[in-house]
């Protein structure tokens, strides 16, 4: 079962559509990073450089780790039935971009974002790629209040 999940979820990215990242996936996201200090600081852009140049040591890089991810808000949206989501600007005008998952808790924070304000989003690197293999996901995320 979870290998046909994954196979229309393959096929539905490949015709432009997005898998969705589930509520329970971002709470268990939030769970596990909740008393990490940060791991990494980053732009999106880099992220989005170091994915470009090398997906295996970006991966080795990123995932699981507790990241400050900094950067443009180039978009909004999800609930229903998925989480919410920021996406940031990689400075690449194609398909692949930097996206932070929200849980319902953090909706407050989120809808008083607007495209284009530069951020700081707390989150942990996503370690399950076959959701969008055009986007870099970070999940459990909150804004970071900067000092």
């Known amino acids: 079962m979870a290998n046909l999940l994954l196979v229309l ?9 997005a898998c969705d990242v589930s509520e329970d996936d971002v709470l268990q996201a ?30 080795q890089k990123y995932d699981g ?10 978009g909004l949206g999800g609930g229903e039935d998925s989480a919410y989501y920021v996406d940031l600007n990689t400075g690449d ?5 930097v996206r932070c998952h929200f849980s319902q808790s953090h909706l407050d924070d989120i809808t008083s974002l607007q495209k284009g304000d530069r951020v ?11 959701r969008d293999p055009f986007t870099i996901e970070v999940l459990g995320c909150s804004v970071l209040k900067e000092e």
Do not use: H, W
């Open 9 to 17: 979820c393959v096929l539905i990215t490949a015709t432009s559509l």
């Open 30 to 59: 939030e769970l596990d990073i909740a008393d990490a200090p940060i791991e990494m600081r980053v732009t999106a852009t880099q992220m989005y450089n170091d994915y470009e140049s090398n997906q295996i040591a970006a991966n």
């Open 65 to 74: 780790k507790v990241l400050a991810v900094n950067g443009t808000v180039e």
């Open 93 to 97: 005008f194609t398909t692949k971009k």
């Open 120 to 130: 700081t989003l707390r989150g942990k690197g996503d370690e399950g790629k076959e």
